[in-house]
């Protein structure tokens, strides 16, 4: 020990260790970036490995959904033997599914057996009721007709129906739609890229609605599955229905192809859509009057004419009352 405590007071043995020391820290900086690898590598292996578990979970999501499931079922057996989707064809049949929420091969085939099946039943049905039920006194030839009405009816019921559920389906994407867009542009400004913005926003606007919710989860899906980001965009538009929808997706797909920020187009869209949804409620609010004039004149003016002439009414019975009792008294 003391050995040692001499060798430190040694200037020679001091300067000897804090060159072995310097030669250490010298080898060990050369050495370490050869020790450390190819970050960058590293990096994008996990970016792919991300982007695989991305990808696998956007599968599940879409074969969740009905996109990639064979119909099945007493009802897609006999739509197939029959050949109705080819007897009844309708280009814009499975478009107007989507925009209504019915997606994949069971909707379309239910749709194609209900048309097919419902003429026979509205117009059994009517004609039952008018020839053995009721006949409201018409004639033969307008019991026929009616019958022909009630198969008319039941043909074209499975396209009211549809073009109703997507219409109402539109007016709770649209009620939400300038919400989202907001929230889409904290998210992509903060620094999430696209496909992040759209899971986020589609997590977060499901409490105002349901279907734009399904909408967005459903796009994040394909901007993870397909080749191009535009046809996600472009899908989401057809999917919808609207021009809004649609002019916000060719905004993103311009802003994905000339470079521009998102931020900046996100930002208008979002004001042009405030400003469309203004103009719906304000739309709707000038023609409440017209709507109205029907059930006042209907409901609310007979009950004042009853309310303001009614005493009138009581008081003219009761002098009639009083005369005619004070004459029969002379």
Do not use: W
């Not at 999501?61 to 109705?84: F, M, N, S, V």
């Not at 814009?92 to 989507?98: D, P, R, W």
């Not at 311009?254 to 949804?277: C, I, S």
């Amino acid at each position: 020990m003391s050995g040692f405590a001499a060798s430190l007071s040694d200037p020679g043995a001091v300067a000897s260790l804090f060159a072995a020391f310097a030669m250490f820290a010298t080898v060990v900086s050369v050495m370490l970036p050869a020790l450390k690898g190819d970050k960058l590598e590293t990096r994008l292996k996990q970016v792919t490995s991300q982007r695989e578990k991305l990808r696998r979970a956007s599968r599940a999501q879409l074969e969740q959904a009905g996109l990639r499931r064979e119909a099945k079922g007493t009802i897609a057996g006999i739509t197939k033997k029959l050949d109705l989707q080819k007897m009844l064809e309708d280009p814009n049949i499975a478009t107007k599914l989507e925009q209504a929420g019915l997606r994949g091969p069971r909707p379309l085939m239910i749709f194609y057996f209900c048309r097919f099946a419902l003429p026979f039943l509205f117009g059994a049905g009517t004609a039952l009721y008018i020839f053995l039920i009721n006949d409201f006194g018409l004639s033969i030839q307008m019991k026929y007709g009616s019958a022909v009405f009630g198969a008319a009816a039941g043909f074209y019921a499975p396209n009211l129906y549809v073009a109703n559920l997507a219409s109402k389906r539109q007016q709770s994407i649209m009620r939400a739609f300038p919400d989202a867009l907001d929230m889409m542009l904290i998210c992509v400004e903060s620094g999430m890229s696209i496909e992040m913005a759209f899971a986020k926003v589609g997590a977060e606007i499901g409490t105002a609605s349901v279907e734009l919710a399904e909408e967005l989860q459903l796009t994040t899906a394909e901007l993870a599955y397909l080749p191009e980001r535009r046809i996600a965009y472009e899908n989401l538009a057809k999917r919808t229905g609207h021009e809004g929808v649609k002019a916000v997706t060719m905004a993103l797909i311009q802003a994905e192809r000339y470079g521009t920020p998102l931020g900046d187009a996100l930002r208008v869209m979002a004001k042009e859509n405030r400003d469309m949804r203004m103009s719906e409620a304000e739309k709707k609010a000038a023609a409440l009057p017209a709507k109205l004039t029907v059930p006042m004149i209907l409901f609310f003016l007979p009950v004042l004419f009853l309310v303001v002439l009614g005493p009138a009414y009581i008081k003219v019975t009761e002098m009639d009352t009083t005369g005619t009792a004070y004459g029969s008294s002379e």
